[in-house]
């Protein structure tokens, strides 16, 4: 079901009695609403995938097992991203009723006063946009608003859950700690406008390289890391590898006559290779990026007691 150009809410309202649809379509107008009608399953399927329906409204004027299919035709068809209130006839058949009851969100026996069905699809439109604030309450709790990506506070359950998978099943488990170079001289010298454009930029390089099953979070400031199950340590090297050569490659526009380089350091370790908890798996890539930062940048370090030293803490920051 795709979205109208104009972006409003519409019902759409589905009866075979021509006069019944014209006046259920002049009642729900008159209170304000925009309606679609349709006669047949054919154009409601048409209204569906090119307008923007949050209530379907539905007349059962017709026998049992065509109620039933188009019911079941509708919800299939919506995938219930919209909200269906159904107007029954006046025989209150049972095997109807049952389905009406499981199928929809709200149902009404007609003859129902006209106010009440006006009253009933507006309170099934204040439902979809509550339950669409939730999503988007929910969505930005998990995710990070400038770059799309997964937040911190999803990689914590995230890393947990892929650790204790690759427990169980025995495979390997890598993780990135990817960093970009120089970034706040990118924000001194363009102005934040700029740093958001790099840091947007990279997470999209991130975000589309990376397999499927692979998670990618933005993990705080200019640091990003990268979770990938079933991935033994060279292999994560080598997609490390080819990641940085892609950013490498991205130019970032910073004004009209002028575009820049941007590119990343990025640490790498491995379950069971490195470690034995995820914390660990954390800190350990931690520590391999700082040994690029040291080491000269737009590197890549797999973890290594010997190459990998603990920084002193009075150190100053890369």
């Known amino acids: 079901m795709k979205n109208g150009k104009n972006g409003s809410e519409r019902v759409l309202l589905i009866s075979a009695n021509n006069s019944q649809r014209c006046a259920l379509t002049l009642l729900l107008e008159e209170n304000g609403l925009i309606v679609q009608s349709a006669a047949d399953v054919v154009d409601a399927d048409f209204v569906l995938e090119w307008q923007h329906i949050v209530v379907v409204l539905i007349d059962l004027d017709m026998d049992t097992a065509a109620a039933a299919a188009l019911l079941h035709h509708v919800r299939h068809q919506t995938a219930g991203k919209v909200k269906l209130v159904v107007l029954l006839p006046p025989q209150a ?11 929809a969100d709200e149902y009404l026996f007609m003859p129902a006063h006209l106010p009440m069905i006006s009253q009933a699809v507006k309170r099934n439109i204040k439902m979809y946009r509550l339950e669409k604030e939730r999503e988007q309450y929910a969505r930005l709790a998990i995710h990070d608003d400038l770059t799309k990506l997964y937040n911190r506070r999803f990689l914590a359950l995230a890393l947990k859950k892929e650790f204790a998978r690759s427990v169980r099943s025995g495979q390997p488990l890598s993780l990135c700690l990817v960093d970009i170079d120089a970034f706040k001289q990118f924000n001194d010298t363009y102005g934040h406008k700029i740093g958001d454009l790099v840091l947007q930029s990279v997470a999209q390089s991130l ?21 990938l199950p079933e991935t ?32 990343v350091s990025i640490g790498v370790a491995n379950f069971p290779a490195d470690c034995r908890d995820e914390e660990t798996l954390l800190h350990y890539a931690d520590l391999a990026l700082y040994a690029v930062k040291q080491a000269g940048k737009n590197m890549i370090f797999p973890w290594d007691p010997s190459r990998c030293p603990v920084p002193n803490q009075d150190a100053e920051s890369v």
């Open 93 to 103: 058949q049972a095997a109807l009723t049952g389905v009406a009851e499981a199928s």
């Open 232 to 263: 033994v340590k060279k292999a994560a090297v080598v997609a490390a590898e080819r990641l940085r050569r892609i950013v490498e490659r991205t130019l970032i526009p910073v004004n009209a006559f002028k575009e820049v380089p941007v590119t």
């Open 207 to 227: 975000k589309m390289e990376l397999r499927q099953i692979d998670i990618v979070c933005r993990y705080g400031g200019e640091e990003f890391v990268l979770v």
